[in-house]
């Protein structure tokens, strides 16, 4: 029996190197070498358990870039070879830090479904959103299509109205793509930020902010009911004045009838005010997982723009990169995990192309 390296995560922070069997090709789809998986935000709160699988152990990582190396008999993707590169977009579908993984993929143009209700109160499809990386877009920044389509999904179905004022929550990568996009392509009137992270501070106004507010700025210098939209990618948030929760104080910097899009995903309950909901007539919005309100054959139309958005550079792909990792190192992913939250920089790269590429 083939075997291949991949890290488990065996219980809120405590992961292993196992070695596991080496996937087969299923009939309809793709197995994959992998090239290069960048570290999310998601695998972080896996990892620190603020986000929880359907049971352990799970293989992390779905920011993934993979090099097809054997296609199945009754595959029917459009143009898709072995040494094609391909990136995926899914739900659940996790399952990348690992040197091989299969794909039943959806390509763009194509509608198929394997849906099934998942154990998070939504319905999931077994395939995944893909596209075929094109020779332009190198191995780093092709991992970056994965996070940009998530963004765009929640942009192009809950975009702001042309000269909006707009305040992005959170500056980490996420906050940097929405960011981007939003002021590049959206028309805005202004686009700010906020963040506690003096670094991702900076970071956002290299690449999109006019003006990035540590929390208690965006408290005294700004005035209430000043934005018309806010996009909310922060992670689980936990602070000792209920008064400056930050998503309460965004709701409070919000114009009456303004809008609030949520990105970031925690299991764990959040501070959303209620009465300012009620007393503005907020409207909260989001791009559901849900493949029965938002299918997967869309997603797949999505992440075919979100390729050429780093084609392009709207999203800055090459200022999006910090860190590369090698994967022959665990002990430094691991610690790369554990200290995320106080990193410097924005996206780490799990390379696992290694000298045999």
């Known amino acids: 029996m083939q075997t291949m390296k991949a890290v488990q995560l065996i219980a809120p922070r405590k992961t292993i190197l196992a070695e ?28 620190e358990g ?41 739900q659940t579908d996790y399952d990348g830090f690992a040197e091989y993984r299969t794909l039943r993929p959806i390509f763009s143009g194509e509608i198929k479904t394997d849906v099934f209700q998942a154990d998070r109160n939504f319905y999931d499809d077994r395939r995944a959103a ?16 994965e996070p940009t389509t998530g963004v765009m999904r929640s942009v192009l179905a809950n975009a702001p109205r042309i000269g909006d004022r707009v305040l992005i929550l959170g500056t980490g990568p996420i906050g940097i793509i929405a960011g981007s996009i939003i002021r590049k392509l959206l028309a805005p009137h ?68 303004g809008r609030y899009v949520l990105y970031g995903a925690s299991q764990e309950m959040q501070s959303f005010d209620t009465w300012l909901m009620l007393a503005k007539g907020i409207n909260i919005s989001a791009s559901p997982f849900d493949v029965s309100s938002f299918p997967m054959h869309h997603t797949a139309n999505v992440i075919t723009a979100a390729m050429q958005m780093l084609v ?8 999006l990169l910090s860190t590369v990792h090698p994967f022959d190192d665990y002990d430094g992913l691991v610690k790369i995990l554990e200290n995320y939250r106080t990193t410097t920089g924005l996206k780490t790269v799990v390379d696992f192309r290694g000298d045999a590429w």
């Not at 789809?29 to 896996?46: A, E, P, Q, Y």
């Not at 392009?312 to 200022?319: H, L, M, Q």
């Open 20 to 47: 596991l069997p080496k996937p087969t090709v299923p009939a309809d789809g793709l197995l994959m070498k992998t090239r290069c998986v960048s570290i999310c935000s998601t695998d972080v709160s896996f990892f």
């Open 50 to 90: 603020h986000l929880f699988p359907s049971e352990y152990p799970v293989v992390l990582g779905h920011e993934y870039l993979g090099e097809v190396v054997e296609i199945g008999s009754e595959f029917t993707g459009p143009g898709i070879g072995v040494g094609d590169r391909i990136v995926y977009w899914g």
């Open 190 to 257: 202004s686009v700010v930020s906020v963040d506690a992270n003096p670094h991702r501070n900076t970071h956002a106004e290299a690449h999109f902010s006019e003006r990035a507010y540590f929390p208690d700025e965006l408290i005294e210098e700004v005035q209430e009911s000043t934005f018309d939209y806010v996009f909310d990618c922060l992670p689980t948030v936990n602070v000792a004045d209920p008064a400056k929760d930050p998503r309460r104080v965004a709701m409070r910097k919000l114009k009456p009838r």
């Open 130 to 145: 893909a596209v075929k990386v094109p020779d332009e877009l190198d191995d780093l920044q092709a991992s970056f299509i």
């Open 312 to 319: 392009s550079g709207i999203v800055d792909g090459k200022r």
